[in-house]
């Protein structure tokens, strides 16, 4: 097979790099003038087939995502066209120049759309008509661009089944007249809500994987921080949403640090602090500052989200252990589970309590809230009791709760998501 020619290098270079930064967005652009994921998802697929043979020759456009955008959009007309069953969406398509006749200013105001385009795309992956594991599903193959086995890998499910529950999906969508649109201005802070809990949930599942063997998944909590980090450019007034990409940065700039040579997982106070990553650190507290000051501005009450990322800057920016503020943190986690009730923020505020004011302190606090009653058969619960009893100079009452702990189930997903930043 001979070598590629210096052209073909660079043009695939070219297309690699706005491939992985415009992907998303040419994809949105796509299904708003489309109203068809797949036809979407296709047309770019074969607009970048086209660029590989084309570029080389003709050279590296002046503007690669708009002419990616067209070349899609140009597909999906030719296509349209031939199904007659899709006549209303041809109409809609084929207002679009072609691509010789596309000006410099039509090429801005492609670009333009962009931002509007991805959050359409992304409050329709998440909308609440679709069930949680669906919008999960739907927001990793759509939005952060992984493959259907990649999709199929995070719910441990068949490629196969994957297939089938992204097309039921895409078919609840059209079926239930779900609108490709960022919601009125009136039910954006209702519909923010579910975005984030989508977003958290991604995170979680690679920050403390609850399927599968992997104890932590780095890349998929990479990428739910990438997709956080871009609803929090395109909407930086959201005070919430600026604190969870806040808390996100905070919780993995421990990643180095939280598994042992072993693979076992290193409790927070064990951890190498010098290890930790300081940009992500420093990102994380400006964007929480941000996030507080636009409340400030607001006037209103901290959101759940601000709360944790408020926690999790206590642990993030305390040089040793010992020297965090676990005082702040109880506090915090009383007004967490006033505005957010959980059980599992009573448990985390009973072990800040136990870190401030000593164990017996901490376990007296488990017994008031009757966790037992709410939270079963949790396993961080009896390892919480079982480590505030040795800490308090009583092993051998701390052993049959060590067993029960090492005997109970792990986790679901859900409780995940409220879990402690301990390690």
């Not at 086995?149 to 199929?152: G, L, Y």
């Not at 949930?201 to 990438?226: C, M, N, Q, W």
């Not at 092993?395 to 792990?410: I, N, V």
């Given at each position: 097979m001979p070598n590629p020619t210096p052209a073909a290098t660079e043009a695939s270079a070219a297309l690699a790099e706005v491939v992985a930064s415009e992907r998303l967005r040419i994809v949105a652009t796509l299904i708003r003038t489309t109203c068809d994921w797949d036809l979407a998802e296709d047309c770019f697929h074969d607009a970048v087939t086209r660029a590989l043979t084309t570029w080389p020759v003709r050279g590296i456009p002046d503007n690669p995502a708009a002419w990616l955008t067209t070349a899609a959009k140009n597909r999906a007309?030719?296509?349209?066209?031939?199904?007659?069953?899709?006549?209303?969406?041809?109409?809609?398509?084929?207002?679009?120049?072609?691509?010789e006749q596309e000006t410099e200013e039509e090429e801005a105001d492609v670009i333009d759309t962009f931002d509007n385009d991805r959050l359409r795309l992304i409050f329709t992956c998440c909308h609440p008509a679709l069930a949680m594991e669906n919008r999960i599903a739907l927001t990793l193959r759509t939005v952060l661009g992984l493959s259907v086995?990649?999709?199929?890998h995070v719910f441990l499910v068949s490629e196969q089944t994957m297939q089938k529950r992204l097309v039921r999906t895409r078919a609840k969508i059209r079926s239930?007249?779900?609108?490709?649109?960022?919601?009125?201005?009136?039910?954006?802070?209702?519909?923010?809500a579910g975005v984030l809990a989508v977003?958290?949930?991604?995170?979680?599942?690679?920050?403390?994987?609850?399927?599968?063997?992997?104890?932590?998944?780095?890349?998929?909590?990479?990428?739910?921080?990438?997709?956080?980090?871009l609803v929090a450019q395109l909407m930086p007034q959201q005070p919430e949403v600026l604190a969870l990409l806040a808390l996100e940065l905070f919780q993995h700039s421990r990643a180095a640090t939280r598994l042992d040579a072993a693979g076992d997982l290193v409790l927070l106070e064990h951890q190498d602090r010098s290890r930790w990553n300081a940009d992500a650190i420093t990102e994380a507290s400006r964007m929480l500052a941000a996030a507080e000051h636009t409340l400030q501005h607001l006037g209103t009450p901290p959101g759940p989200y601000?709360?944790?990322a408020q926690i999790a800057a206590e642990h993030a920016t305390a040089p040793t252990a010992a020297a965090t503020n676990f005082a702040r943190i109880a506090t915090l986690y009383a007004h967490l589970s006033q505005v957010a009730p959980s059980p599992i923020v009573d448990l985390n505020r009973a072990i800040a309590v136990a870190f401030s004011e000593?164990?017996?302190?901490?376990?007296?606090?488990?017994?008031?809230?009757?966790?037992?009653?709410?939270?079963?058969?949790?396993?961080?619960?009896?390892?919480?009791?079982?480590?505030?009893?040795?800490?308090?100079?009583?092993?051998?009452?701390?052993?049959?709760?060590?067993?029960?702990?090492?005997?109970?189930?792990?986790p679901t997903q859900c409780a995940a998501s409220s879990s402690t930043a301990s390690t």
């Open positions: 007309i030719d296509l349209l066209r031939k199904a007659l069953a899709e006549q209303r969406a041809t109409e809609r398509a084929a207002h679009e120049p072609p691509p086995a990649e999709t199929a239930a007249n779900i609108p490709y649109r960022v919601p009125p201005p009136r039910l954006l802070p209702e519909r923010i977003l958290y949930l991604l995170f979680t599942e690679g920050y403390s994987s609850g399927s599968g063997s992997d104890l932590i998944r780095p890349v998929l909590a990479d990428e739910a921080i990438r997709l956080t980090r601000l709360l944790q000593g164990p017996d302190a901490g376990l007296a606090l488990l017994d008031t809230l009757e966790l037992d009653a709410q939270l079963g058969e949790y396993h961080l619960l009896h390892a919480t009791r079982a480590d505030l009893l040795r800490r308090s100079g009583r092993p051998q009452d701390a052993l049959p709760h060590y067993r029960r702990a090492l005997s109970s189930p792990p």
